[in-house]
C-alpha cells in the first residue's frame, strides 16, 4: 500500500482566485469608482453598486469586507495616480536653486487645478466629496496624497527663507501659495461670478502660473525675521 504524506505543520495553500471571481472584482471596483466619483461615499449606497456592476449583494462583503473597504480600494486606485502627478511636480532639475523649485512646482501644478483631464477628472471630484463630507478614509488620504507635496514644499521655503522647515512662516506660506492655485480650480460658484478670470488656453495657465510663482517667491523673501522673545534674551 502507498503512504500518503502528511502536510501537517505546512503552511496551507491559498487558492487562485477564480477567473469568475476576479471579474466581478473588477466590475464592482469599477462601478464604485464611478458612483463614488459622481455621488461621494454617503450617497451611494451598495444596492447602487452591485445593480451597476450586475453582482449580488453579497459580492461586495465577499471581494471587500464592506462598503468602506470597497472605498478605501477606490482611494488607492486615486492614490496611485496622485503618485504620479505629486512626482512631477516635485521632479525640478538636478541642481534647481530653491526659486526653480518653486516654480516648477506651480507650473506644473497649476494646469491639473484649473483642467483635470483624465484620471485627474475623477479624482478632483473624488476629493470633492471627500473635503465637503469627510469618511474614515480622510486622514489616509492627507497621508498618502496630500502631506508628501507640503512637506516637499516646506523644505524649498524654509531654503528660501533660510530657516527651519518648522518655522511658523514656512506654512503660512505654503498655505498662501496652495490658497493661489487652488482659486483656479474648477468651482461653479466661481465660474458664475469670476467667469472671466477663468484661464481659458494654455498660454493664460502658464501666464498665471508664472504670476503666482512670483508673486509667491517676492512675497515669501519679503516676510520679516520673527521677533526674539523676550524670555530668549539673555540680560547682562
Known amino acids: 500500500m502507498r503512504r500518503r504524506l502528511s502536510t501537517r505543520g505546512l503552511p496551507k495553500r491559498t487558492p487562485r482566485p477564480r477567473a469568475h471571481d476576479v471579474e466581478t472584482r473588477q466590475r464592482l471596483l469599477d462601478a464604485a469608482l464611478h458612483l463614488f466619483t459622481e455621488h461621494?461615499?454617503?450617497?451611494?449606497?451598495?444596492?447602487?453598486?452591485?445593480?451597476?456592476?450586475?453582482?449580488?449583494?453579497?459580492?461586495?462583503?465577499?471581494?471587500?469586507?464592506?462598503?468602506?473597504?470597497?472605498?478605501?480600494?477606490v482611494v488607492r486606485v486615486a492614490l496611485d495616480a496622485i503618485r504620479e502627478m505629486n512626482d512631477v511636480t516635485m521632479q525640478a532639475r538636478e541642481g534647481s536653486t530653491p526659486d526653480d523649485k518653486l516654480r516648477h512646482y506651480v507650473r506644473t501644478y497649476l494646469p491639473r487645478i484649473v483642467k483635470p483631464e483624465g484620471q485627474a477628472s475623477w479624482i478632483h471630484k473624488l476629493m470633492g466629496h471627500e473635503m465637503t463630507e469627510p469618511t474614515p478614509a480622510a486622514q489616509f488620504i492627507t497621508e498618502q496624497m496630500i502631506l508628501p507635496r507640503i512637506r516637499y514644499l516646506a523644505v524649498v521655503v524654509s531654503d528660501l527663507l533660510g530657516c527651519s522647515a518648522d518655522d511658523p512662516r514656512v506654512n503660512r506660506s505654503i498655505v498662501s501659495l496652495q490658497a493661489q492655485c487652488l482659486f483656479y480650480a474648477p468651482d461653479a460658484f466661481r465660474d458664475a461670478v469670476f467667469g472671466d478670470w477663468r484661464p481659458r488656453t494654455p498660454t493664460e495657465v502658464d501666464a498665471i502660473a508664472t504670476h503666482i510663482a512670483e508673486f509667491s517667491l517676492a512675497g515669501i523673501r519679503a516676510i520679516p525675521l520673527p521677533l526674539i522673545p523676550e524670555t530668549a534674551i539673555v540680560k547682562a
Open 40 to 73: 461621494g461615499f454617503s450617497k451611494t449606497s451598495v444596492r447602487d453598486i452591485c445593480h451597476e456592476a450586475g453582482a449580488n449583494l453579497a459580492a461586495v462583503n465577499y471581494h471587500f469586507g464592506d462598503k468602506l473597504g470597497l472605498y478605501m480600494d
